[in-house]
Nanobody
Framework: QVHIVESGGGLVQAGGSLTLSCAAS????????MTWYRQAPGNDREYVAG???????NYSNSVKGRFTVSRGDAENTMVLQMNGLKPEDTGVYYC?????????WGQGTQVTVSS
């Protein structure tokens, strides 16, 4: 069984920064990717950024140039540095671990950007 924990969410003014962290633990074998998704109220979940096998990094167009995703210092961890935050970045941010056996989602961490 895999357990995902996200942390670092909070309330910030537009233009500010937040750093989200993700830690995966449990029965982890081959990781295809670790990704971040978010869901704003009334909207579907959307892809934000992620790191795939071979350290291939990808961003959605809406966050490119403002967000930076990287591996954490500990094994099976990931960090999302969010700069230049906008009110439209508000939502619950989820960390997802993608393995051969399936995907595991965390509980999410709330990010609120005030205008």
């Amino acid at each position: 069984q895999v357990h995902i924990v996200e942390s670092g969410g909070g309330l910030v003014q537009a233009g500010g920064s937040l750093t989200l962290s993700c830690a995966a633990s449990g029965t982890i074998s081959f990781i295809n990717a670790m990704t971040w998704y978010r869901q704003a109220p009334g909207n579907d979940r959307e892809y934000v950024a992620g790191i795939a096998t071979g350290d291939k990094i990808n961003y959605s167009n809406s966050v490119k140039g403002r967000f930076t995703v990287s591996r954490g210092d500990a094994e099976n961890t990931m960090v999302l540095q969010m700069n230049g935050l906008k009110p439209e970045d508000t939502g619950v941010y989820y960390c997802v671990l993608h393995q051969l056996g399936g995907d595991t989602w965390g509980q999410g961490t709330q990010v609120t950007v005030s205008s």
